[in-house]
Every structure is written in structure tokens, then in C-alpha cells.
């Protein structure tokens, strides 16, 4: 391996979400933070380097994003994903979850129905109700092989409604979604003329043995319903930098998104989240095949765990993402209860399944993007608690 991810870095005190809002997420300031979705490795140094370049210049004036941002992305995805696109389909955004809500607000109107797949990344949630838009839930079916889609109820949702928002890999059950499923998705939406907004923000992180496949890909009758919304900051650890890209293939749909954007003064960005951006997709490859590696065998070490020591825990091993998301339902504890043994007996930070909407009751997600030693510690803090204790549920 040319790069460490052994490597502990200290992260208290740096305005990081992760650990400096512990006390206010979790009452409690030392949980080990398995929770929002970045990760503990250090940043690469390629793309370190090339943001500390650019911050030596002593000018910080206006920017614009120069064809280099473009083509770098234009390249990652054709060399990673075989998409082809055209560089004017890409569309700087300053984050994901920004353009999810710039995407509802301009192509749906208020009280449109807008379909999720729960359980699933909450802000998807927000993107819809915040802005007066009503929720339509296509909940996942939990099933002895993991999480399907029940198509037979996204027929009838499709019906009335004008969008779906596709989380393509599913955060938090970790699906790397297969052709055959995607395309009954597709068909289903080309029926009933329901756009689709796939975030595809985690399509770098799949794990070994599973592939990303994109959805505008498809087909083009597909594509010109899809917005796709992609970024490098889960795969390097950019998230500070709010530097993510949306793309559209169909010139229509786009220049209503572009027309949203530039009214709203937004396009610039920030300097460093270009370089950063143009670092990782120039440079970032192995770097990311050897990340994903690390991952992997921490899920390989998560889900040996849980499954010999733990055994009344339910490991939904992800195919993509460093999620782990772990069902609890046969300790027969209540969801409070749940979080509050994890936190304050177990002394760890994990997001609650509840938060990300119905089917995530009884249910953790455990964030694994930590150095081993960490994940092991945190383990075996876990088992003190969660042990096979047949009156688990009764304490
Ligand atoms: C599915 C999904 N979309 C978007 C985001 C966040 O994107 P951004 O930080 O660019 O707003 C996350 C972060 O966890 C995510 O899991």
C-alpha cells in the first residue's frame, strides 16, 4: 500500500462537525463519532499540496471555473464510470444537498408529490417538505438477501407523481444498485413522466465484487429525465470545501437549473474547492481503489464482529458507502432506548435509523471510515453493552 490510513489525525478544535458538535448531537462530548459522513483519513497529500499552492498566492479575488474543473470530471467519469458527457452538462454546485433543494425548487411547484425511498440520507426529506412539496414515501423492503425496491407501489406513486429522488448508491443500506433494478425504476418513471434527481455522490466509494452503475446511463430517453448530482468530497474528504457538480444532459432541463442558479448568485464557489476537485480527479485513482480497500476490510471486520459476538444484531453489509447499517429489532429495545445504550453505555455516536424515516426503526448507522484501531475499540465497547444477553431487553 503507498498510502496510510493507519494514520490518527486530530480533529478537535477544528470546527468539525464530527467531533466539536458531539456534546450538542449526543449530550455527550467523548462518544466515539460514528456518525455524519466524512471521513477520519487524512485528505490526500496531492490534493493538499495543490490547495496550499493556491493559498500562497496572496490574492483571494473573484474566480470562475476554468475548462480544467470541467474536463477533470468530464474524464473521471468516463475513465470510472464509463459515462460519456459533454463538459457543458456539468454544473458547479456548492454541495449535494444544495442542488437536491435548487432541483425541487425549479422543475416542481407547491404540493407536487415528490417520491424517496426510505430508509434513506434525511436531507432528502428536507429538500422536499421545506419547500411546501409533499413527501411520498416508496419505503425499501427489508428481505432475508437485504433491501429491494417494491415497484409494484412506485407504479402506483408514479402515477401522480413529478419526481423521484434516487439515492444511487443507497445511503444508509449501502445498495449498489443493479442495471436489471435501475432500469425497472426507469421504465416506471418514463411511463408516468416522473423526473429523476439521482445522487450519486457515493458512486466512488463501492465496494469490491459490486459496480456503480449510473443512472442517466441508462439510455438517452432516460437521461433527458435525470438530473445527476456527483461530487468528490465523500471519496476525498472534501466536504469542507462545498464543491459538488450536477449534471444534465438534456440542454432544456438544464438551462432551467443553470437559469435557478445564476439568479441566485451561487455559481462561484470558492477557489480551493476547484483545485481540491481538479487534485482528486487528476490524481486520485489509486489513492481511491486503496481507500476503498481499507473500507472494505473494515466492514469485513465490523460484520465478523457483530455476526460470531454479536449474533442478535442484523449486519446489512454495504455494497457501497462506509455506512454500516445494523438492525437491532430482536433486542425488543425501544428506538430511545437504543440510542441512549449506545451513547451513554456504550459511549458511541451513531445516527439513529429513525432519523432516516420509516423502516428505520430499530436500526443504527454505524459510520466505518475510521482508522482500525479506532473501529476496534469501539467494537469491543459495543459488545460490553450489547452482548448476548437474553435480558437485554428487560434492563
Ligand atoms: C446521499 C448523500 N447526498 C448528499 C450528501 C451530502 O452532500 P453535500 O455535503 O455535498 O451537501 C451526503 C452526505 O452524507 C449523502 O450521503
Not at 412539496?133 to 412506485?154: A, C, P
Request: net charge negative; glycine share 6%; hydrophobic share 40%.
Amino acid at each position: 500500500m503507498k498510502y496510510n490510513f493507519d494514520t490518527t489525525v486530530e480533529r478537535i478544535e477544528t470546527s468539525c462537525v464530527k467531533y466539536d458538535l458531539r456534546e450538542t448531537i449526543f449530550g455527550k462530548s467523548d462518544v466515539i463519532p460514528m456518525w455524519v459522513a466524512d471521513m477520519d483519513f487524512e485528505t490526500p497529500d496531492f490534493i493538499r499540496e495543490a490547495v496550499i499552492e493556491r493559498a500562497l498566492h496572496p490574492i483571494y479575488g473573484y474566480t470562475f471555473r476554468d475548462s480544467s474543473y470541467y474536463n477533470h470530471i468530464v474524464n473521471w467519469l468516463d475513465n470510472n464510470h464509463q459515462w460519456k458527457i459533454e463538459k457543458e452538462s456539468v454544473v458547479f454546485c456548492p454541495g449535494v444537498v444544495p442542488a437536491l433543494n435548487f432541483a425541487v425548487l425549479a422543475f416542481t411547484e407547491p404540493k407536487d408529490k415528490i417520491i424517496v425511498q426510505p430508509p434513506v440520507y434525511f436531507p432528502f426529506f428536507g429538500a422536499v417538505k421545506s419547500h411546501d412539496r409533499e413527501l411520498v414515501y416508496n419505503q425499501l423492503l427489508k428481505t432475508d438477501n437485504g433491501y429491494i425496491i417494491d415497484y409494484e407501489l412506485l407504479n402506483e406513486q408514479a402515477k401522480d407523481a413529478v419526481m423521484l429522488i434516487l439515492c444511487n448508491p443507497h445511503n444508509p443500506v449501502g445498495r449498489a444498485w443493479k442495471i436489471d433494478e435501475l432500469e425497472k425504476i426507469a421504465e416506471i418513471c418514463l411511463k408516468n413522466n416522473v423526473m429523476v434527481l439521482s445522487d450519486e455522490i457515493h458512486a466512488d466509494l463501492v465496494l469490491p465484487g459490486f459496480k456503480h452503475e449510473v443512472f442517466a446511463n441508462i439510455s438517452p430517453e432516460v437521461a433527458s429525465i435525470t438530473i445527476t448530482t456527483h461530487a468528490p468530497s465523500k471519496t476525498f474528504n472534501l466536504a469542507g470545501l462545498a464543491t459538488s457538480s450536477v449534471i444534465i444532459t438534456n440542454p432544456d432541463l438544464r438551462k432551467i437549473f443553470k437559469d435557478y442558479v445564476e439568479n441566485l448568485h451561487i455559481g462561484m464557489g470558492n477557489i480551493f474547492g476547484m483545485v481540491a476537485s481538479n487534485a482528486a480527479y487528476e490524481k486520485g485513482n489509486e489513492w481511491r481503489l486503496q481507500l476503498v480497500d481499507y473500507i472494505n476490510d473494515n466492514v469485513d471486520y465490523v460484520d465478523r464482529f457483530i455476526t460470531e459476538q454479536l449474533p442478535l444484531v442484523r449486519v446489512f453489509r454495504p455494497e457501497a458507502t462506509y455506512m454500516v447499517w445494523l438492525d437491532f429489532s430482536k433486542y425488543g429495545l425501544s428506538d430511545a432506548d437504543l440510542k441512549k445504550r449506545m451513547i451513554f453505555e456504550a459511549g458511541l455516536g451513531l445516527n439513529a435509523g429513525t432519523d432516516f424515516g420509516p423502516g428505520g426503526e430499530g436500526c443504527l448507522r454505524m459510520n466505518v471510515a475510521c482508522q482500525r484501531k479506532t473501529l476496534e475499540i469501539a467494537m469491543h465497547q459495543f459488545r460490553e453493552v450489547f452482548s448476548n444477553n437474553p435480558n437485554v431487553s428487560s434492563l
